[in-house]
Structures are given as C-alpha cells and as structure tokens.
C-alpha cells in the first residue's frame, strides 16, 4: 500500500522526463533520441529548448506530462517531430504544415542561395513565382531576401495553398503573394524574373522504399514524380519560355542522379542551362538553374 501511494505520488521533473523518453525513443530505435526528446518535452511544456536545464529539477504538470506522453507515441509510431509540431524550421522562419504539404527539408535551401547568386540586387522589385508552392517556403523565403519583390505561388491543391496563405500572413508578407490554385503555371499569364520550383521527383516504383517517416507522412502527391521521376519537369520546362522575363532565370530542385536528364530537358525546351547545379550541404547536385536562351 505504501508502495503504491509513493508511486501515485511520484513527482514528475523535466529531467527525469527527459531521460525516460531519450531511452524509451532509443529503444524504438529512433536515431536522433536526445535531439527528440528534447524538442517534444519543450515544446509539451511552452519553453525553449535551450531552457530545459534550468528547469530539470522542477516539476511538470499532468497536462503537460500528458501532452508531452502523447507526443512521445506518435514518434515511437514512427511519426517526424515536425508533424508532431506541425511546424518546420526553412530559412531560419517557422512554417505550419499540415497533412497536405512536404516537411521542408534543408537541401531545398539551395534553391534560395542560387537565387540570390543569380539575382543579386535584393532592392530589385522582382516577380517571383513558386511552382507547386506547398506550404510557401521558397516563395517566402525569396519575398523575405527580396523586400521589393512581389510573389505569385501556383498550388494545385487546396488545403495546401490555405496553408502557404496562412504562411505569408503569419510572415508579414501577404501583401506581396498571390497563391493561386491550379496545375502548375495554367491559371498564370504574366512573366517572372525569378521561377523556382521544389516538384515532385521521386520515381513512383521507388516510393515504397523511402523512409518510413517519408513514405508514411509526406503527401505521396508531393513525392511522385511518375515513372520516371521527370514527369514534373517535362509539364514545367514546357511553360518556362512563356514564364520568364528575357533576363529570368528559373531554379529547378533536382532529386538524386536528375541533373543530366533534366538539363536535357530544359536544352530540347530551347532553354539554356548554367550548370553545374548547385550542391547542397551535402554535396549533392540540387539546384538546377535555366535560362532563357537569347
Ligand atoms: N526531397 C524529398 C525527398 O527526398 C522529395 C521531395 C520531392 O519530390 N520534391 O524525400
């Protein structure tokens, strides 16, 4: 009986939380543990990370310790903590997902860095498009660099553009975006200097073999790029000529091994291609930029 009511009372501090989930998480096998447990507790408890070990030794309310067990299943279900949160970090600004849109992933970040190699005058009041825009981060992360510029982001689906909306009014920046649903650059008639596109490109037959936390969470229609993996970059290069200002360049996100393929693409479009593509961080080719050719 003693026992029991030791038990019941026990009191729950942040750190010893912590270190159940590190090895809870562990155990499931999840790779970034530590890293994890310390995003989930923080955020069940309204902190910083950064402030948890101020506040270890302290005790956690049953809400909070309740929120943060919840939390803690989805991720041992193999669910990504930026679902969990349903916010990712892109371009160091916060966005909301939602079921509908990609978890931005840093490589994406390349096409913002080729931008502003290729247009390096951020006073310049620029149009910008954003094709299959998804929850709006290259769209806002190009308005943000760019503060005279004006933005139009195509998303053919709709929850997707409710959230790339709620993005650039969370960010200050509605003013300057237009999302408009439709299939890729269709509903659009106007001409851009900057085009950038993150599309689906992984090939359909290899989808079953991604991660987990890809293949179970991302939208299969933001993955999918058709047999080949190409058949979003054959719908895009088609319209780019039509799309482009003369002195426009657009930035295509590449998948793995797509670079040759896709500068053909973009060559048999009449299109010139100032290759290589930038790598990422890791040292893959990702940002492939065309222009039009003169
Ligand atoms: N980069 C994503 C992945 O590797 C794919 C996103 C896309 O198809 N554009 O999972």
Redesign the pocket.
């Known amino acids: 009986m003693a026992a029991r009511r030791r038990a019941d009372e026990r009191v729950f501090t942040a750190g010893s939380l912590y270190r159940g989930a590190v090895a809870t998480l562990r155990e499931a096998g999840v790779e970034n543990a530590a890293l994890d447990a310390r995003v989930l507790l923080a955020r069940a408890l309204g902190v910083e990370g950064g402030e948890l070990i101020a506040i270890s030794e302290k005790a956690v309310p049953d809400d909070a310790r309740l929120r943060f067990r919840k939390a803690l299943k989805r991720r041992v279900n193999g669910e990504p903590v930026a679902r969990i949160l349903g916010t990712k970090e892109f371009w160091s600004r916060e966005f909301l997902l939602s079921p509908a849109t990609?978890v931005p992933?840093p490589?994406?970040e390349t096409l913002v860095e080729a931008a502003l190699e290729a247009k390096p005058n951020k006073g310049a009041p620029l149009r910008i498009l954003d094709l299959g825009t998804g929850s709006g981060i290259l769209l806002a992360a190009l308005l943000l660099e760019y503060p005279k510029a004006f933005g139009v982001g195509a998303e053919r689906d709709v929850e997707a553009a409710r959230t790339a909306r709620s993005n650039l009014a969370v960010l200050g920046i509605a003013h300057r975006a237009r999302i408009v649903c439709g299939d890729w650059a269709s509903a659009i008639g106007m001409q851009f200097d900057i085009v950038v596109s993150?599309?689906?490109?992984?090939p359909s037959g290899d989808i079953a073999g991604?991660a987990r936390e890809?293949r179970e969470h991302?939208p299969p229609r933001?993955?999918?790029?058709g047999a080949d993996g190409l058949e979003s970059y054959r719908a895009i290069v088609a319209e780019l000529s039509r799309l482009l200002t003369p002195d426009g360049v657009a930035i295509l996100?590449l998948?793995a091994g797509q670079e040759p393929a896709v500068a053909n693409l973009a060559r048999h479009a009449q299109l010139n291609v100032n290759g290589p593509a930038r790598c990422d961080l890791s040292g893959h080719p990702r940002a492939l930029v065309l222009a039009k050719s003169s």
């Open positions: 990609l992933r490589e994406t993150n599309p689906p490109y992984i991604l890809v991302d933001a993955l999918d790029g996100e998948g």
